[in-house]
């Protein structure tokens, strides 16, 4: 990777800027001064320095959000705030993007990456990775609406869902919490299902996609980056 593109990569500012670098002799490769923007690096055995701070390059980056109500799930909005703009401006060479959607009202566990296959790989439809919900619930939910949900509901557009695993974790006549474990990721899915056996949705929080559960440390608008483990954990 040309030495220009490298920096520019690690938030050390555009091509122009990492040019003013070079040029002010404050970049090393293992010890040798470096002033041309178009030294070839390779990161598996040379050390790059910046003003003696070394560069340690990160081409993909992953974080866990306890996403807020009231911001999008976007990466930019002309009218809402967005999750992006919670994020330090640090990260921002990174260009990072939500891995799926959660709704303005809905909070609760949202990825963030750059890597586009580990987005894929957990949005894709074919590769059926879990998400798990908690919401209250507006109305009784019965031992009926349970097996509905396991056989599959149909939606108000004729679509029928494919079969999810409702758990009541309480209920009092009037509201109900509710557990729900869906494989797959229609338009405002929870929502719809829950209003297609005549109940209403009042709060909904995303608690787990496949293995990884929201980490309970992290207050709402806060984030973290996976651990190795975590990253793996998803992907294999």
């Known amino acids: 990777m040309r030495i220009d593109k490298l920096l520019a990569n690690m938030g050390y500012g555009s091509r122009k800027d990492v040019k003013i670098l070079l040029k002010q002799g404050v970049v090393r490769v293992d010890d040798q001064l470096v002033k041309d923007a178009k030294r070839q690096v390779h990161l598996e055995t040379e050390r790059v320095t910046v003003q003696g701070e070394v560069v340690e390059y990160r081409p993909f980056v992953y974080l866990m959000m306890n996403k807020p109500a009231g911001v999008v799930s976007?990466?930019?909005?002309?009218?809402?705030?967005?999750?992006?703009?919670?994020?330090?401006?640090?990260?921002?060479?990174?260009?990072?993007?939500?891995?799926?959607?959660?709704?303005?009202?809905?909070?609760?566990?949202?990825?963030?990456?750059?890597?586009?296959?580990?987005?894929?790989?957990?949005?894709?439809?074919?590769?059926?990775?879990?998400?798990?919900?908690?919401?209250?619930?507006?109305?009784?939910?019965?031992?009926?609406?349970?097996?509905?949900?396991?056989?599959?509901?149909?939606?108000?557009?004729?679509?029928?869902?494919?079969?999810?695993?409702?758990?009541?974790?309480s209920r009092n006549g009037r509201r109900s919490t509710i557990r729900l474990t869906l494989s797959e990721g229609k338009y405002h899915q929870v929502k719809r299902m829950v209003a297609a056996v005549g109940k209403h949705v009042e709060q909904l929080e995303r608690v787990q996609i496949g293995p990884l559960e929201l980490d309970p440390a992290l207050a709402p608008g806060e984030y973290r980056e996976l651990t190795a483990a975590e990253v793996d954990q998803l992907t294999t």
């Open 74 to 169: 976007a990466t930019e909005d002309k009218v809402e705030s967005t999750v992006i703009e919670l994020i330090d401006p640090s990260y921002a060479h990174y260009e990072l993007f939500p891995v799926g959607r959660l709704d303005k009202d809905t909070t609760g566990l949202l990825l963030l990456t750059n890597d586009g296959a580990f987005n894929h790989a957990l949005m894709s439809p074919r590769k059926h990775v879990d998400k798990v919900y908690v919401a209250e619930v507006d109305g009784e939910m019965t031992v009926d609406d349970v097996r509905r949900f396991a056989e599959g509901v149909e939606l108000e557009d004729g679509y029928t869902t494919k079969p999810a695993r409702l758990e009541v974790l």
